[in-house]
């Protein structure tokens, strides 16, 4: 394309967006990243509102660097699902869990057609977006990526007693949660941080690279749609006008791309004309059928006043919920700060253990507010629906119970604050109780998901290529198959790399 301005055009400077423009910048393609949230240049340039990994204070509603979206969990309950609206995106906002996806959800991806996403095709960009301080020097990590990857070893009592609990339980330690291969257990949290700052992927990859000609940054840029000719993408529309670039990249998160092809007359072709979008290319899957992972919070008292916590994370449990073909679809883990600290609300004081469902079989669909598709996009997570679900988080609450009640925690555990016991031991009582509670990870995957061409419902190859148009990929958790069962961060920052790989 003679008159394209750029090579490149990333649209998001999240997670995944920040590595792929920073990755094939350094080839010398001229890239040009478009950020809607602000721009921070240098790592020291983010407030401490991004910065500080002992707080989420830009994760709460209403933060000028979140989306502040909504979505409805099951037909009576909607909560917020904030989305990074800064250079780093969600990066930025986490609370700096870095889990990679484990080899059986990859190789699980690769026996769905996608071979090049299969674990060990992958494992080089793992290793090479690491500098993993405990394990950097073994085969499987890497020790002088971007990315620092740490756990917490200070003795938290409660951290310990969290350990020896799952161990009194019968639960194996893991101390590597990055392994890949190791049995699902108790061990550290992989963690983004250092020094009590959470690196995010634009500290990490782009204050580095200010200085490259190839690579342009801008902030406070909303892109609209892309631009198509035909069947080919020749650059995004932005309020400033159309950016024509030779290729265009969506890297806008799970919500934010498939959103943009909406707009661009890409999907679903019935659900387009009612919108009032014309129809470029008829791509059933976006925003059909993506994951997440349920969460709920079970709440207790402290019995004794505890030191504070370095970091609110330090340990997790993974355990495989009974008759689960799949390891390690349950996810313990223990918050060691008092959300209102972590937040900036009010700390009362109570302390939680969150129960996630790590491999949902309930789907969710994602589509477009007929009376203004400009508006977020529709959100209907259907949590739940699938009795498998209802049984294993069930199953993952009273496990989370039988741990305050060990030995090795009763010391320092005056009792559970709103959860009852006959609520715990009824199924009926229990599932009314969890839909009373629910809430969501926040770890949208799927909605532009990956696939062969015989997959009806893939919206890209294992390329990343958009079916039905040219110029166009999606690279961010939007394509992966299935949410990883471990928590997308880590896995999001693979895909900048393994995109750049497949793009040379």
Known sequence: MPDAEWDVVVVGAGTSGCVLAARLADTGRRVLLLEAGEDHARSADFPPDLGDAATMRAAVPGHPANWDLTGTLTGERTVPVPR????????????????????????GWAADGNHLWSYDAVLPAFRRLE??????????????????????RSGSPLADAFAAAAHELGHPAEPDKNSGDSPPGYGPVPLNVVDGVRVNTAMAYLSPRRELAALTVRGGVTVRRVVLEGSRAVGVETAAGVVRAAEVVLCAGAVGSPHLLLLSGIGPAGDLRRAGIEVVADVPGVGAEFTDHPNVYVGYRPAVPLPPAVLPLSGVLHATASGSALPGDLEILPWLTPFGRITGGTDDGELVVGVGLQREDSRGRLGLDDDDPSRQPRLAYRYLTEESDRRRLREGVRLAAGLLRTDSLAPLVAGRTDLPDDVLDGDRALDDWIRAHLTTAIHLAGTARMGPDSDPGAVVDQRLRVRGVSGLRVVDTSVLPRVPSRGPAATAVMLGERAAELMA
């Open 131 to 152: 500098a993993d301080r405990e394990f950097g020097d073994r085969p499987e990590h890497g020790a002088d990526g971007p990315i620092p990857v740490t756990r917490v």
């Open 84 to 107: 990074g609206r800064v250079v780093g995106g969600s990066s930025a906002l986490n609370a700096g869990s870095f889990i990679r996806a484990p080899r059986v959800d990859l190789d």
